[in-house]
């Protein structure tokens, strides 16, 4: 079964930019069809997706993301990376790591990890 782990800084001064790591086991990155995503989500709201790179390394991003957001791979390590830069306070949110494109249940996703922009 498909495990994903979160890890990166908790805090981010403002207009710093956010590098948070996903480490997958129990699956390649490289499997065909398959997708990893970014989403978030924001103290007292719903969940948000953020962005995927797909099983060939092409991305997609969202629309309101898109001028700041980053994500790439290692395939050696079965590891992809977000970075997001000018954060600001309205980008603190607990952030996961998930199998799935946009639309996706996200079944398969990590425990998250907190981060907080804060100076």
């Known amino acids: 079964q498909v495990q994903l782990q979160e890890s990166g800084p908790g805090l981010v001064k403002p207009s710093q930019t956010l590098s948070l790591t996903c480490t997958v086991s129990g699956g390649s990155i490289t499997t065909n069809n398959y997708f990893w995503s970014w989403i978030r989500q924001p103290p007292g709201k719903g969940l948000e997706w953020i962005g995927y790179?797909?099983?060939?390394?092409?991305?997609y991003y969202s629309p309101s993301l898109k001028s700041r957001i980053s994500i790439s791979r290692d395939t050696s390590k079965n590891q992809f990376t977000l970075q997001l830069t000018s954060v600001t306070p309205e980008d603190t949110a607990k952030y996961y790591c998930?199998?799935?494109?946009?639309?996706?249940?996200?079944?398969?996703r990590g425990q998250g990890t907190q981060v907080t922009v804060s100076s």
């Open positions: 998930a199998r799935g494109g946009p639309f996706s249940d996200w079944r398969y």
């Open positions: 790179i797909d099983y060939s390394g092409s991305t």
